[in-house]
């Protein structure tokens, strides 16, 4: 029998690609996603078309924090369900509370309740904050974030580990690195920047172009994640929520990048230059050790492959400007 796997937020960027790689590899699946309205519903429509009518997929909109989840049969829960986004989250942190605390609470009591012991939580880079000497370790104290959606992820982590203390739970903190790749959340820098590139639209810098982020292509994610599932297997006597990076092994300053997209568009770059925004950290920069020891996870797709990548899909998806 196949192993059943529910996986909050399957409409999303990184979950749609998550639940592909699952039933590709023989599972069922059981997708959830409450399509909050933070970007359109018909993009997500759009993630979800491809898995539809898949043999193996169901899907259920539902609320993660109101509605019960479907667990009948699952051996492993993946919550990538979440209310995304640094800068918003400055404008609305109680609802960010909400979704990514007390949801995640309430997906980790789900899982307890129906005897489900394996999670996989989605956690963000995030989380380090500034005052993380890079490159960032998980046995970093990670006690200082600077915006409400890192302090909203880290507190799912450690809602993951007192449930993993009390009930015995295997549950891995995934903690990702700007993931990009097609179906990119629109509101997010590479997917931002291409847009406005192609169209011949001036793209906002925030700072001075020196600020570096570790950025992940989305197959190389997934492979975390299914190497995650995996881990979650592997019984540890009392327990164990362990923070794992996933990273793209790399940092890549903001002017280069914004650079690169250009090039590989063909297009000349305007830039207008903004200040640096609060909330938004100075670099993030993954120590991936722990993860290739845990996981075996190794990214393979650089900034330039993958960027090359995301160009076409979006021009795929947009039509190449004159």
Not at 71 to 85: E, F, I, N
Not at 98 to 115: D, H, L, P, Q, W
Not at 256 to 275: D, K, N
């Amino acid at each position: 029998m196949s192993p059943r796997v529910l996986v909050t937020g399957a409409a999303g960027f990184i979950g749609s690609h998550v639940c592909e790689a699952l039933l590709t590899r023989g599972d069922e699946v059981v997708g959830v996603d409450n399509f909050d309205p933070f970007y359109a519903r018909a993009v997500k429509e759009r993630n979800l078309a491809g898995l539809l009518g898949t043999p193996g997929f169901r899907f259920l909109e539902a609320d993660i924090v109101r509605q019960p989840l479907p667990l009948d049969g699952v051996s492993v829960v993946l919550h990538l369900g979440a209310r995304p986004g640094v800068r918003p989250s400055l404008e609305d942190p109680a609802s960010y509370s909400e979704t990514n605390v007390t949801g995640t609470v309430r997906v980790f009591e789900a899982a307890r309740r129906a005897g489900i012991k394996r999670v996989v939580f989605g956690s963000s880079s995030s989380v380090y904050g500034n005052a993380t000497p890079a490159p960032f370790a998980e046995d970093g104290a990670a006690a200082w974030p600077i915006s409400p959606y890192a302090a909203s992820k880290r507190a799912g982590e450690l809602m993951a580990h007192a449930f993993a203390h009390l009930y015995g739970m295997q549950i891995a903190c995934l903690r990702f690195f700007t993931v990009y790749g097609p179906r990119q959340r629109p509101d997010l820098a590479i997917h931002r920047f291409t847009d406005l590139i192609a169209r011949g639209q001036p793209v906002r810098m925030h700072g001075d172009g020196s600020s570096e982020r570790d950025y992940t292509y989305i197959t190389d994610c997934v492979d975390g994640v299914l190497a995650a599932v995996e881990w979650t297997a592997r019984p540890r006597p009392g327990g164990l929520a362990e923070p794992i990076n996933i990273g793209g092994g790399a940092r890549v300053r903001l002017d280069r990048l914004i650079e690169l997209i250009g090039r590989t568009l063909g297009r000349a770059v305007q830039i207008e230059r903004h200040p640096d925004q609060p909330g938004d950290v100075r670099l993030t920069d993954a120590d991936l050790r722990r993860a290739g020891r845990e996981l075996g996870f190794r990214p393979k797709v650089g900034i330039e492959e993958g960027i090359g990548h995301f160009v076409r899909w979006y021009e795929a998806i947009h039509g190449r400007e004159s």
